[in-house]
């Protein structure tokens, strides 16, 4: 379908990732949501650039639900912003308060409240990802909307969508998906309740297009298990917060190293969905008494993203969460992005090979 020499796609919002996972024989896969259009622009041309021709995908979030749907464009995020509580505003400062978390300064980069977490704020970044030769359009919170999957094939353009249920998957194919990514509940991010082991299979027994295996896929062997299971090739994402050429804040990737798998927690403190982040005062604060609880996608997020920000620019290390999936507790070390593609190669291949004498014995 890809051209592709390994059955490995690597999630990153790193170009850098991203292009030398496709240069190894994987399919890179950018995630877009943190940039504007125009930086996005800037970032795809930096991969075409370096992918010396390999084929490479791009990850939106167009979410089939949130609040503010029916808004216009250009009134969307006012509107929003209005929704949310004061006193969820006042949690967030006086918990920021309470550990000396500083404002930012004035020249702070301000404006990325919203981005890419709705319909209308998405829709731009595909115009810009459809621009240039990529292999794969992606989207991660449910089915993407049929108008964008016609629109990619209309392009040449395959589409994949990540399922945490086999209900989801099948809606997924019904507006025309190419690939399902079957994601359980150990992957980082938006996931759902079943794990990895359950999912698959029932997935692949669901639909009728190629489905890839995510959640929890660290090492050759767990990309035996997943393939063993039916999926054609696997998905992963965590794995490649702390390679040498990942931009993962230090402060996260210190964190990621240090932690077991036991460290991640699924919250609504990111974004007003259920993802699994590492697990800290900052989780632990919006599951208090004192917590006002979350709000709906994407409110949680826009009350919370300059919050992000100042933490990420402090040193309130206790409050630095970040999207983490349980796969974090065997990255313990940094390594080469190159190196860790080449050892899950070898792992699967050894895998297999230990099956083979399993079943001749």
Not at 307 to 336: C, H, K, M, W, Y
Request: aromatic share 6%.
């Amino acid at each position: 379908m890809f051209g592709i020499e390994l059955p490995i796609f690597a999630f990153s919002h790193c170009r850098d990732v991203v292009a030398e996972v496709s240069r190894a024989g994987g399919m890179g896969v950018l995630g877009a949501l943190y940039f504007t259009p125009e930086e996005l622009e800037m970032e795809l041309k930096w991969i075409d650039d370096h992918v010396d021709g390999k084929p490479y995908g791009v990850d939106v979030v167009m979410p089939a639900s949130y609040e503010g749907a029916d808004f216009a464009a250009d009134e969307l995020v006012g509107r929003l912003q209005t929704m949310i509580p004061p006193g969820h505003r006042k949690f967030v400062d006086d918990l920021l308060a309470a550990h000396g978390v500083p404002a930012l300064s004035a020249d702070a980069e301000a404006g990325k409240v919203l981005l890419g977490w709705t319909d209308a704020t998405a829709r731009p970044q595909v115009e810009v990802a459809l621009r240039h030769p990529i292999a794969l359009l992606a989207n991660a919170l449910g089915p993407p909307p049929a108008d964008v999957v016609d629109l990619a094939h209309a392009h040449g353009v395959k589409v994949a969508a990540l399922a945490s249920t086999p209900r989801h998957a099948l809606k997924q194919v019904e507006v025309g998906v190419d690939v399902v990514v079957a994601q359980g509940t150990e992957a980082g991010g938006h996931t759902g309740e079943i794990s990895t082991m359950v999912l698959i299979p029932q997935v692949v027994d669901a639909v009728d297009v190629p489905v890839l295996a995510a959640g929890g896929i660290g090492n050759g062997r767990q990309m035996a298990a997943g393939m063993a299971l039916g999926a054609e090739g696997v998905w992963t994402g965590s794995l490649w917060l702390t390679v040498e050429e990942a931009d993962t804040p230090q402060m996260a990737k210190e964190r990621i190293l240090e932690a077991t798998s036991r460290d991640t927690v699924r919250s609504r403190s990111w974004t007003g969905k259920p993802a699994r982040l590492l697990k800290n005062e900052w989780t632990d604060a919006w599951e208090s008494q004192e917590s006002p609880g979350t709000l709906p996608m994407p409110l949680q997020f826009m009350l919370v993203s300059d919050a992000l920000r100042r933490i990420g620019r402090s040193d309130a290390a206790e409050l630095a969460t970040f999207p983490a999936g349980q796969i974090i507790g065997i990255t313990n070390q940094v390594r080469s992005t190159r190196d860790v593609m080449y050892s899950l190669v070898e792992e699967y291949t050894e895998a297999l090979e230990r099956l083979g004498q399993i079943t001749d014995d």
